[in-house]
């Protein structure tokens, strides 16, 4: 059977291949164990195996007396916010902008934190101890001791409340949007976010049928989003996630405006306000070397976190920070939200726009001039073995060398495939594709190489 191990954003994998309904169980089994709760909420994206592992996930919590809640389809983030509001641990069934065979298991804490590393770490040990034919001593509850599982899948417009109440009586009447839903987890409600404070809303996107979450639509294909907002003459265009949990924005000219220019916006539209607290904004390594510049010219500060919002939310608390945010479009507004909100984001930009009275195209003008980057993704056999590829480390301290202060290189293995993801920075026309496409080649080779030497086993095997 395959092993569950938590990466940046919980664990996933291929439905019913690594991530089976026995898995699953186990694994729901295990975080019963380690989040000793009452009650769970659990709820899940639009995928066709959502129904199938959230009944799995719940067995698993209700053999070890947990009760479980149902909320159905929902947004991450509303997840999140439940788990404040009822002070109760939060599951979600959903891999995100992935495609749809692919699913995954997000876990919040109560109070809607994500979990610290040692408690998964502990979860993924008692996972081991569960599918272990030999393992004794595993009790079995019965009785009244078996959890109860409930039903509430009328939570979507307490939701919808609860975002359109934090604009403080603002509204945005005149504001023309386009929002896509990704035939995913906000299809039924995303609309209605913005209309309820006087958008008009053209909705894509919305129509899920289990097997079209993320495809060709969303986040991670903004084609869609930049023409229909030509086409409608809008004056923005919103692009969530399978999960909604992030979102990238097209201006009225169809142009896309990402995470990093998104955060630097943001962050000056704060700091302008005097509510940029420490006058510092939290972004990861991923994020480009022009957003840095573009902060450091305008006097604030940058404090940078590994990849994964949990890294960035847990450096926005223990600094007393209120903004932070990645290059993917997963930004956390502190004091309004426990974890990335993709609607929450969209408000507050359309609110933005609303209160300067400028299009996006202006706003973004002169603000990030961005560095050339380049990624390239790497399959490999096991992201374990890029550690000691001492070849492979060789060759990026030589192009970092060259590079000098204009530019920069980052390898790291991806929390949740398994790919090494190869970032270069350079000024210079085709600089940084060069050297990206030199390094992917050498850690393809190098790594390959290793795992046939030592005998590794494939990744997620």
Same mark, same amino acid.
């Given at each position: %059977?395959?092993?569950?191990? &938590? !990466?940046?954003?919980?664990?996933?994998?291929?439905?019913?291949?690594?991530?089976?309904?026995?898995?699953?169980?186990?694994?729901?089994?295990?975080?019963?164990?380690?989040?000793?709760?009452?009650?769970?909420?659990?709820?899940?994206?639009? =995928?066709?195996?959502?129904?199938? @592992?959230?009944?799995?996930?719940?067995?698993?919590?209700?053999?070890?007396?947990?009760?479980?809640?149902?909320?159905?389809?929902?947004?991450?983030?509303?997840?999140?916010?439940?788990?404040?509001? =009822?002070?109760?641990?939060?599951?979600?069934?959903?891999?995100?902008?992935?495609?749809?065979?692919?699913?995954?298991?997000?876990? &919040?804490?109560?109070?809607?934190?994500?979990?610290?590393?040692?408690?998964?770490?502990?979860?993924?040990?008692?996972?081991?101890?569960?599918?272990?034919?030999?393992?004794? *001593?595993?009790?079995?509850?019965?009785?009244?001791?078996?959890?109860? %599982?409930?039903?509430?899948?009328?939570?979507?417009?307490?939701?919808?409340?609860?975002?359109?109440?934090?604009?403080? !009586?603002?509204?945005?009447?005149?504001?023309?949007?386009?929002?896509?839903?990704?035939?995913?987890?906000?299809?039924?409600?995303?609309?209605?976010?913005?209309?309820?404070?006087?958008?008009?809303?053209?909705?894509?996107? #919305?129509?899920?049928?289990?097997?079209?979450?993320?495809?060709? #639509?969303?986040?991670?294909?903004?084609?869609?989003?930049?023409?229909?907002?030509?086409?409608?003459?809008?004056?923005?265009?919103?692009?969530?996630?399978?999960?909604?949990?992030?979102?990238?924005?097209?201006?009225?000219?169809?142009?896309?405006?990402? *995470?990093?220019?998104? @955060?630097?916006? &943001?962050?000056?539209?704060?700091?302008?306000?005097?509510?940029?607290?420490?006058?510092?904004?939290?972004?990861?390594?991923?994020?480009?070397?022009?957003?840095?510049?573009?902060?450091?010219?305008?006097?604030?500060?940058?404090?940078?976190?590994?990849?994964?919002?949990?890294?960035?939310?847990?450096?926005?608390?223990?600094?007393?920070?209120?903004?932070?945010?990645?290059?993917?479009?997963?930004?956390?507004?502190?004091?309004?939200?426990?974890?990335?909100?993709? @609607?929450?984001?969209?408000?507050?930009?359309?609110?933005?726009?609303?209160?300067?009275?400028?299009?996006?195209?202006?706003?973004?003008?002169?603000?990030?001039?961005?560095?050339?980057?380049?990624?390239?993704?790497?399959?490999?056999?096991?992201?374990?073995?890029?550690?000691?590829?001492?070849?492979?480390?060789?060759?990026?301290?030589?192009? +970092?060398?060259?590079? *000098?202060?204009?530019?920069?290189?980052?390898?790291?293995?991806?929390?949740?495939?398994?790919?090494?993801?190869?970032?270069?920075?350079?000024?210079?026309?085709?600089?940084? +594709?060069?050297?990206?496409?030199?390094?992917?080649?050498?850690?393809?080779?190098?790594?390959?190489?290793?795992?046939?030497?030592?005998?590794?086993?494939?990744?997620?095997?």
């Amino acid at each position: %059977m395959a092993k569950a191990k &938590f !990466g940046t954003d919980g664990v996933r994998g291929v439905a019913n291949v690594e991530l089976t309904p026995e898995l699953v169980l186990a694994l729901g089994r295990a975080i019963a164990r380690h989040i000793t709760a009452a009650t769970f909420l659990v709820g899940r994206d639009t =995928r066709r195996s959502g129904p199938m @592992l959230q009944a799995a996930l719940s067995a698993g919590l209700a053999s070890e007396g947990a009760d479980v809640i149902d909320v159905g389809v929902l947004p991450t983030p509303a997840l999140a916010h439940l788990s404040v509001v =009822r002070d109760a641990p939060a599951v979600v069934i959903s891999a995100s902008h992935n495609p749809f065979a692919d699913n995954g298991i997000k876990v &919040f804490a109560a109070g809607g934190a994500k979990l610290s590393p040692d408690l998964e770490a502990a979860i993924e040990d008692e996972l081991e101890r569960i599918l272990d034919p030999s393992a004794k *001593g595993l009790r079995s509850l019965e009785g009244y001791g078996v959890g109860q %599982m409930t039903i509430e899948h009328d939570l979507g417009p307490s939701y919808v409340e609860h975002l359109t109440s934090l604009m403080g !009586g603002r509204r945005l009447d005149g504001l023309r949007l386009v929002v896509d839903s990704a035939n995913g987890a906000s299809s039924l409600l995303a609309a209605d976010v913005y209309r309820r404070l006087g958008a008009e809303v053209e909705a894509v996107g #919305c129509e899920p049928d289990g097997a079209n979450i993320n495809a060709g #639509c969303g986040s991670t294909a903004t084609e869609l989003l930049a023409r229909t907002v030509v086409e409608q003459g809008a004056d923005l265009g919103l692009a969530l996630d399978g999960d909604a949990d992030r979102l990238l924005a097209v201006d009225a000219r169809g142009a896309l405006a990402g *995470g990093d220019e998104l @955060l630097a916006l &943001f962050a000056l539209d704060l700091a302008q306000r005097g509510e940029l607290a420490g006058n510092t904004v939290v972004v990861t390594v991923m994020t480009n070397l022009g957003f840095r510049m573009a902060m450091e010219t305008r006097g604030i500060e940058v404090l940078e976190t590994p990849v994964g919002d949990r890294h960035v939310l847990v450096a926005l608390d223990q600094d007393g920070l209120s903004l932070g945010g990645e290059q993917s479009g997963h930004i956390i507004f502190r004091r309004l939200s426990t974890t990335g909100d993709g @609607l929450l984001t969209g408000l507050v930009l359309a609110d933005l726009m609303a209160r300067s009275g400028k299009p996006l195209a202006d706003l973004l003008t002169g603000l990030v001039d961005r560095v050339p980057q380049v990624l390239v993704n790497v399959p490999v056999p096991n992201t374990d073995l890029l550690e000691d590829a001492e070849a492979v480390w060789a060759a990026v301290a030589e192009e +970092e060398a060259r590079l *000098g202060t204009g530019g920069r290189v980052l390898l790291r293995p991806s929390g949740t495939e398994p790919l090494v993801r190869v970032m270069v920075e350079a000024t210079g026309e085709g600089v940084a +594709e060069e050297i990206a496409q030199r390094l992917g080649k050498l850690v393809g080779f190098e790594l390959q190489a290793a795992a046939v030497a030592h005998g590794v086993e494939m990744q997620g095997a």
